[in-house]
């Protein structure tokens, strides 16, 4: 059984640095998985915001993220932890922020960044609050 816990979330002000954390466990080591970070304001749709595959290929970014946040994973035996490292934020950033998954024979991981529908994996979220 696959299971995500995000941690790393917090207050910020305008212009600083987070990094978020997911730890994997569960994830199939015989099967390719999407990982991508997502993030919801109360009240409005969720916005998937960067993703990557577990074995290695390309990155991809929401367009209201690119050149702020990097995706990331590392793997340590059969533990893997996926991160995002969020730079020069904004209050617009401010959000409850998801790692979910999905086994990307299903979809291409970059559909997974405006298809939360797929994701059959999610953890419990982190927030993250960023103050001008």
């Known amino acids: 059984q696959v299971q995500l816990a995000e941690s790393g979330g917090g207050s910020m002000q305008a212009g600083g640095s987070l990094r978020l954390a997911c730890a994997a466990s569960?994830?199939?080591?015989?099967?390719?998985?999407?990982l991508t970070w997502v993030r919801q304001v109360p009240g409005l749709e969720r916005e998937g915001v960067a993703t990557?595959?577990?074995?290695?290929?390309?990155?991809?970014?929401a367009d209201s993220v690119k050149g702020r946040f990097t995706i990331s994973q590392f793997v340590d035996n059969d533990k893997r932890t996926f991160f995002l490292q969020m730079n020069n934020l904004k209050p617009e950033d401010s959000a409850m922020y998801y790692c979910?998954?999905?086994?990307?024979?299903?979809?291409?991981?970059?559909?997974?960044?405006?298809?939360?529908?797929?994701?059959?994996?999610w953890g419990q979220g982190t927030q993250v609050t960023v103050s001008s």
């Open positions: 569960g994830l199939s080591t015989d099967r390719t998985h999407c």
């Open positions: 979910a998954t999905y086994e990307r024979s299903r979809h291409p991981c970059y559909e997974g960044l405006t298809n939360p529908e797929y994701f059959h994996t």
């Open positions: 990557l595959s577990t074995d290695g290929g390309p990155t991809f970014y």
